[in-house]
């Protein structure tokens, strides 16, 4: 598919960028106690403008230091200026624009607000601002341009979505005031009215684009007719351009207009949202955004007219390349992003970002990969994600490597976790795997079953054993019954259980998108987990998306509930209570988690005198140099799989 939409230039104001790709305002989670750019972040975002992207809008820069305010990096001092203008040159270098984000948290983080009430968006009930304070935060928001214009930037973006500041007074949810800031439309507006026409006057020519959410979950807050509104409203002060956001920051997932989608729902979600501003505002600049990952989609969005330009935030952080690969048409190289919203939640926690498919996300200085003074013939047993890592790695350092996996397909527990419709972007990785090795020097081998008497003909200098782990399978009567199935069989081909009536056992992440798999092909789904809520290990965001998926898809959910027996007509539960209830069922599907293979024999006192069992112990006896990774060793996500192949492929 020709993607020559995509990679025409475009104006925004004074400036052209030379693709419509711009990085969306997304920073690594790491923060500076002098408030400038740490370095790290400065090569992080240097990596992007290597990829090729079009523009890069910074992560949020404060722009007073005492109002509203909240540790970020500072923009309201002329001492910041080296350090803007530090990122500012090394992004240049590589061909790529540069826009920084003026912002101020205000009421979102119990800091001073357009009016002090308590709100759903808001921690707590702030103090309310008065009116020369928001003329003085006016004056504070145009300084900053001025700074940024000094230290190089191509222009700002006016971040006003997301119950930032700016968006507080434009929304009447957060603004109840009654005096020139708020009250009527136009009042409301003035906030942002003024920052933009003082930008326009006092600096000619510097570009100022404004983010702006065109639509709000919140009670009397901004619906859709309002959001045109405003729009159209914003689009009269002819900013650089309109970058369409919706809900608030506490309200970012689980809505028709979530911004940061996990894999649960669709992608481009606010693309069509940008799509009724453009109607809206035909002569506007218009950005769209919202789990915008793949270059075929990105490319119809705006040939369709639904956007001019399109952000991009967790498809950079997994792939800061994409724009480069799209380009050259090696979009199967793309390293996908999952939408597991690891990421997400770390910035929640203001630690630095990470990436389940990119290890190297905020080291991107120590991706660097160091030929080894001495090779080694390498046996990677497993062909998961920490194996495949584990091989692409220590390949790339000039081993000779050999990947041994038993199934007829790589992925290990990615390939049934792949099946369910809803998981597209997990099923990419797949292909993703493929064209990796591909590309690379390593010999894959499927359909081989690795045994010591295999290791020992092949004699390997080293052995790494990424096995993954084995399904737990709850000890209760009934287990031989005809009606009894594993959840990754499910997964795998659930054309295989034919039936209308399933219960799954286990609440967690398989046991949820096993039961809304089992929805999606017929069945009436009862989901059982013995916690209280479900996918306990998983991140709050994507859980939300979980239980709305759940609800629409009808699978009754009891939690607190265990397993007690399996019977002929289906399953027997313990409820909370410690009454037992029948389910009747066609299926009993286990998916009661996961255990790792380092079986030992245990033996009471006498247990250290004995050996270890198990093919891990049976395979590490027959070479010299042995590493176990992943699942297999300690169970973990798909970011910890990753990062401890790289680790190990490094080590070797």
């Not at 967790?314 to 999952?338: G, Q």
């Not at 020992?456 to 782990?469: N, S, T």
């Not at 988690?593 to 050996?611: L, S």
Request: hydrophobic share 40%; proline share 6%.
């Amino acid at each position: 598919m020709s993607l020559s939409h995509l990679f025409s230039p475009l104006k925004l104001g004074t400036v052209e960028i030379k693709n419509r790709t711009a990085m969306a305002p997304i920073n690594n989670g790491l923060l500076s106690t002098d408030e400038n750019w740490p370095l790290r972040t400065i090569r992080y975002y240097e990596e992007r403008a290597v990829g090729e992207v079009g523009l890069i809008i910074t992560g949020a820069c404060r722009v007073h230091g005492t109002l509203c305010g909240f540790p970020k990096v500072g923009i309201y001092h002329e001492r910041f200026i080296p350090s803007h203008r530090k990122l500012v040159e090394t992004v240049r270098r590589h061909d790529c624009k540069i826009f920084c984000q003026l912002t101020l948290n205000g009421g979102k983080v119990g800091k001073e607000a357009p009016s002090g009430i308590y709100n759903p968006a808001y921690p707590c009930r702030p103090p309310e601002l008065t009116p020369d304070q928001c003329d003085e935060l006016v004056e504070s928001f145009i300084r900053a341009a001025g700074l940024a214009r000094e230290a190089g930037y191509d222009g700002v973006e006016i971040h006003g979505g997301h119950t930032y500041l700016v968006g507080q007074f434009m929304s009447p949810s957060t603004n109840h005031r009654t005096d020139k800031y708020g009250g009527s439309f136009e009042n409301r507006m003035r906030f942002p009215t003024e920052i933009l026409r003082g930008i326009a006057e006092r600096y000619p020519g510097f570009p100022a684009g404004v983010k702006f959410s065109a639509y709000e979950e919140l009670a009397d807050g901004i619906d859709l007719d309002l959001g045109m509104r405003i729009a159209e409203h914003l689009a009269a002060l002819n900013p650089a351009y309109l970058h369409v956001s919706a809900a608030t920051t506490e309200m970012l997932v689980g809505s028709k207009w979530g911004s940061v989608p996990s894999l649960y729902s669709p992608r481009n979600s606010l693309v069509p949202l940008a799509a009724e501003v453009k109607k809206r505002c035909p002569d506007a600049v218009v950005m769209g955004t919202g789990s915008v990952n793949v270059p075929e989609e990105a490319e119809e969005s705006i040939a369709s007219g639904a956007c001019d330009v399109v952000a991009i935030g967790r498809a950079l952080l997994a792939e800061p390349h994409w724009a480069r690969k799209a380009r050259e048409s090696r979009t199967r190289s793309i390293t996908p992003c999952i939408r597991c919203n690891v990421c997400y939640d770390l910035l929640w926690h203001n630690e630095a970002l990470e990436c389940s498919m990119n290890p190297y996300l905020s080291h991107e200085a120590e991706q660097h990969l160091v030929a080894t003074d001495s090779p080694k013939n390498v046996m990677v047993v497993g062909g998961g994600p920490a194996g495949v890592q584990c091989a692409l790695t220590a390949a790339k350092r000039g081993h000779t490597v050999t990947l041994y996996e038993k199934a007829p397909h790589l992925g290990g527990a990615i390939y049934p976790g792949s099946r369910p419709r809803f998981k597209q972007d997990v099923a990419r990785v797949l292909d993703w795997l493929d064209e990796e090795l591909k590309n690379s020097t390593v010999s894959t081998r499927l359909n081989t079953e690795v045994t010591p008497g295999l290791v020992e003909h092949e004699a390997p200098d080293a052995l790494v054993i990424a096995i993954g782990a084995e399904q737990t399978i709850p000890q209760v009567p009934g287990l031989d019954m005809p009606h009894v199935a594993l959840a990754v069989d499910v997964l795998q081909d659930v054309s295989k259980y034919p039936g209308k009536k399933a219960v799954v056992i286990g609440g967690g992440d398989v046991g949820c998108e096993t039961a809304c798999h089992l929805a999606d092909n017929g069945f009436q789904v009862v989901l059982a987990g013995r916690n209280p809520r479900l996918m306990k290990h998983n991140n709050r965001f994507v859980t939300i998306e979980m239980k709305d998926m759940l609800r629409d898809k009808g699978v009754t959910v009891m939690t607190e509930t265990v397993l007690n027996s399996i019977v002929d007509i289906g399953a027997e539960l313990l409820l909370p209570s410690g009454k037992k209830t029948g389910i009747e069922a066609d299926w009993v599907v286990l998916a009661a988690g996961f255990e790792d293979n380092r079986t030992i024999a245990k033996a009471g006192p006498a247990m250290m005198a004995r050996p270890k069992t198990g093919l891990i112990a049976a395979l590490s006896m027959k070479a010299p140099e042995v590493h176990v990774i992943g699942d297999c060793c300690t169970l973990g996500r798909i970011v910890d799989a990753m990062r401890e192949g790289e680790r190990v492929g490094r080590w070797l």
